[in-house]
């Protein structure tokens, strides 16, 4: 069964840093490029970095320079190292495959999320 753990998540002032880990079980961890993914109110979820099987990676231009996506194998884990924080990172934080994990029903998993609050 796939399953989705974030954490690490928390209140922090701006420019402010914080460290995202997200524990995955039940597919093909080292197969598949991982992803973190934010869900700020009132907005739809976004891709914000992703990781690639090959450790290449990629991020929307707003965290840039900012956010660093890494992964570890071994562990079948998917880190995001925060840094710099501003108001407008203020979201949940998922991750997931990128495409995300969807199932025979077509049903997308997804994990609880680990909040992060950028205020002062």
């Known amino acids: 069964q796939v399953r989705l753990v974030e954490s690490g998540g928390g209140l922090v002032q701006p420019g402010g840093s914080l460290r995202l880990s997200c524990a995955a079980s039940?597919?093909?961890?080292?197969?598949?490029?991982m992803a973190w993914y934010r869900q700020a109110p009132g907005k739809q979820r976004e891709l914000v970095a992703s990781?690639?099987?090959?450790?290449?990676?990629n991020y929307i231009d707003p965290v840039k320079g900012r956010f660093t996506i890494s992964r570890d194998n071994s562990k079948k884990a998917v880190y995001l190292q925060l840094n710099s924080l501003k108001p407008e990172d203020t979201a949940v934080y998922y991750c997931?495959?990128?495409?995300?994990?969807?199932?025979?029903?077509?049903?997308?998993?997804w994990g609880q999320g680990t909040q992060v609050t950028v205020s002062s």
């Open positions: 997931n495959a990128d495409p995300p994990l969807t199932s025979v029903r077509a049903t997308q998993y």
């Open positions: 039940g597919f093909f961890f080292a197969f598949n490029d």
């Open positions: 990781v690639g099987s090959g450790n290449k990676t």
